[in-house]
């Protein structure tokens, strides 16, 4: 009963520094340390950053001329930063001689830290033609 007191304190404040961040430089990144808050912290600012990204997709999209093939190549950019989120499985699955090991890996914080990066680094490059976009 006494473990109970001291444990379930812990998981709250775990549990609200993963989910109180709405930008990407959250407090729960200063928190990171191996533990499954790393996963929550992760994956929920990549939840975020995808939501931001696909806002910012469309609007940049609109912004493009009917006809315009850039048009094209920018939702060739999109595609392949889905595509990147793929890869991130080596790291997670290094662990395990690269056998695909989805949901018994010991490593779920290493998996979700490399789409948030993803996230982040495809949330940087879209900022910029948003910017762009809106002179």
Known sequence: MHLTKIIAPILVTVSSL??????????????IGGG???VQCYQALRISLTKENARIYKIVSK??????SRARLFDKYMTSQSHA????ELQRDAGTKLEKSPEGTMYPAIYESCLYEVGKAQNSFLKNPLEMSQW
């Open 18 to 31: 993963a989910f109180s961040a709405s930008d990407n430089e959250s407090d729960c990144l200063k928190h």
């Open 36 to 38: 499954y808050g790393d």
């Open 63 to 68: 912004s493009v001329p009917r006809g315009n």
């Open 85 to 88: 989120e793929k890869f991130c």
